[in-house]
């Protein structure tokens, strides 16, 4: 993702406690960075609008989840539909209840 930035980074600032050990760039991880960075804040909204976005383009493909209303989120609506139509392949198999179905 970084390669594909407009603007090359020079330093990195990290909501949580990872380190990118793989990126050779000076960074900071910042626990509970977006409520301490407004960078990290402002990258954090960013990043929420454009997945809301991407889950509201993928309702069009996926219509029986109803994506362009609860955004992918683990709500009961949601929940429901992955129970009647199962997951599809555009559902994070770490999430638990997907997890569970793959096994059952």
Known sequence: ALAQLAVAP???LIDGRIRLAAVNLPQASI????SLSL???AASILAKVTRDRLMVALAEDYPCYGL????????AVHLS?????????????SFAP???SLFE
């Open 10 to 12: 020079d330093y990195l």
């Open 31 to 34: 626990i509970r960075g977006d």
């Open 39 to 41: 960078s990290i804040a």
């Open 68 to 75: 362009e209303r609860h955004k992918g989120y683990g709500t």
């Open 81 to 93: 539909a992955l129970i009647e139509h199962g997951p599809a392949l555009i559902h994070r198999h």
């Open 98 to 100: 997907i997890r569970q």
